[in-house]
């Protein structure tokens, strides 16, 4: 896949994020925020792992200002482990805990092998034959992948990449430049 460059003077560009922001999504923080900001990542990529604290801290210093999207986007060609990560992070979507599984796994508290899955999903009080089920069938695969071929259409070609509301981002994804974006695109109009 080609690689993109980005320029220091315009880490925007005209990149838009197909499908757009939806009920379908998982989405965290306010729903009157001005900036939403969608981060493709993969569970198994340090980089996305690394991003986690950023995120959060971008949710807790801009709670009115900013709505977080994340979809998925494995890296299935160099990360063993990426999709069936994924999978089990939807089937604890399922049962309504998506974020709180999404956090166990990028905070690394658990493994992203089966026993490890496992224990995050009995660690979060899962139904757990519900859960293994699902996952063991592949049961949200077509979701992912819906997602996978959307980052694809946008022009995502590595983990973590973002929209900052609907465009491609390709600055350097730190959160001192994540905030000033956030801050730049929150105070303008509509």
């Given amino acids: 896949m080609e690689t993109r460059r980005r320029t220091p003077d315009n880490p925007m560009n005209n ?13 965290i923080g306010s729903p009157s925020a001005k900036v939403i900001l969608v981060q493709y990542g993969d569970y198994e990529c340090p980089f996305t792992a690394a991003s986690h604290w950023q995120i959060e801290l971008l949710l807790k210093n801009f709670p009115k200002q900013l709505r977080f999207v994340f979809r998925h986007f494995p890296l299935v060609k160099k990360h063993l ?8 992070v939807e089937a604890a979507a399922a049962q309504r805990n998506f974020w709180e599984m999404h956090r166990a796994l990028l ?9 490890g899955l496992r224990d995050a999903a009995q660690a979060l009080k899962l139904d757990l034959p519900k859960f293994e089920s699902e996952v063991l069938d ?3 695969r077509k979701k992912i992948q819906e997602q996978i071929d959307g980052g694809m259409r946008s022009g995502v070609d590595s983990t973590p990449s973002y929209f900052i509301n609907g465009m491609f981002y390709r600055g ?3 959160y001192e430049d994540l905030a000033e974006q956030i801050e730049s695109n929150g105070h303008k109009k509509s």
């Fill in 172 to 174: 350097p994804g730190n």
């Fill in 138 to 140: 592949h049961a949200h």
């Fill in 107 to 115: 905070k690394q508290e658990f493994s992203l092998g089966w026993e």
């Fill in 81 to 88: 482990f990426a999709m069936r990560a994924a999978e089990a």
């Fill in 15 to 27: 990149e838009e994020l197909t499908p757009p922001v939806s009920s379908a999504d998982h989405i």
